[in-house]
T-cell receptor
Framework: AQKVTQAQTEISVVEKEDVTLDCVYE???????LFWYKQPPSGELVFLIR????DEQNEISGRYSWNFQKSTSSFNFTITASQVVDSAVYFC??????????????WGAGTKLIIKP | DAMVIQNPRYQVTQFGKPVTLSCSQT?????MYWYQQKSSQAPKLLFH???????NEADTPDNFQSRRPNTSFCFLDIRSPGLGDAAMYLC?????????????FGPGTRLLVL
């Protein structure tokens, strides 16, 4: 069965600290896609990254980086030098391959990140 | 800029009074989704369209209906809102097979039921 686990319900750090959000997934498919979305207090879900199961290269985008490890079924997200504007709920999600009209996302429960000034 | 637009941003309705939420997109995406999100929870998929093909989630209440008259627009109708239907309703679009799974969200409509 497919599942996404974000064990950290809430994380609170002081501005400029580095912070890592954990994501562990379960799937039986060999082809799958992993995503991170950000949901600030305004409510809109903002797409951050998509990674397919055949690409284990880590990705860096400015202060954001993602560590994909198939061996541990994890897709962790690190924010370096956090800022108050990073405060949001972050969701990890899984999409399993391409199967007929299967375009659904399986969502983790989300991690609320609080950055204190 | 290409985007997903939801109107209104806030909607107040009375218990049992039908309400319609709207979503439009300028991305020309094949797939459109409606999600319900309650406080501190992940979004819950209600239904999605691939072009005009409608896909209803098994646990979506009959009280919720949807229409997609054309590629750009999609509507969520709640026939008889109950207090438990108060939530954020999110519309999303996806290009479909071209970029599997990547969904782009609108700002949401927050529904309050009195």
């Amino acid at each position: 069965a497919q599942k996404v686990t974000q064990a950290q319900t809430e994380i609170s750090v002081v501005e400029k600290e580095d912070v890592t959000l954990d994501c562990v997934y379960e799937t039986r498919d060999t082809t799958y896609y992993l995503f991170w979305y950000k949901q600030p207090p305004s409510g809109e879900l903002v797409f951050l990254i998509r990674r397919n199961s055949f690409d284990e290269q880590n990705e860096i985008s400015g202060r954001y980086s993602w560590n994909f490890q198939k061996s541990t079924s994890s897709f962790n997200f690190t924010i370096t030098a956090s800022q108050v504007v990073d405060s949001a709920v972050y969701f990890c999600a899984l999409s399993e391959g391409v199967r007929d009209s299967n375009y659904q996302l399986i969502w983790g429960a989300g991690t609320k990140l609080i950055i204190k000034p | 800029d290409a985007m997903v637009i939801q109107n209104p941003r806030y909607q107040v309705t009375q218990f049992g009074k039908p309400v319609t939420l709207s979503c439009s997109q300028t991305l020309n995406h094949n797939v459109m989704y409606w999600y319900q999100q309650k406080s501190s929870q992940a979004p819950k998929l209600l239904f999605h369209y691939y072009d005009k093909d409608f896909n209803n989630e098994a646990d979506t209440p009959d009280n919720f209906q949807s229409r997609r008259p054309n590629t750009s627009f999609c509507f969520l109708d709640i026939r008889s809102p109950g207090l438990g239907d108060a939530a954020m309703y999110l519309c999303a679009t996806s290009p479909g097979l071209a970029v599997v799974g990547t969904q782009y969200f609108g700002p949401g409509t927050r529904l309050l039921v009195l």
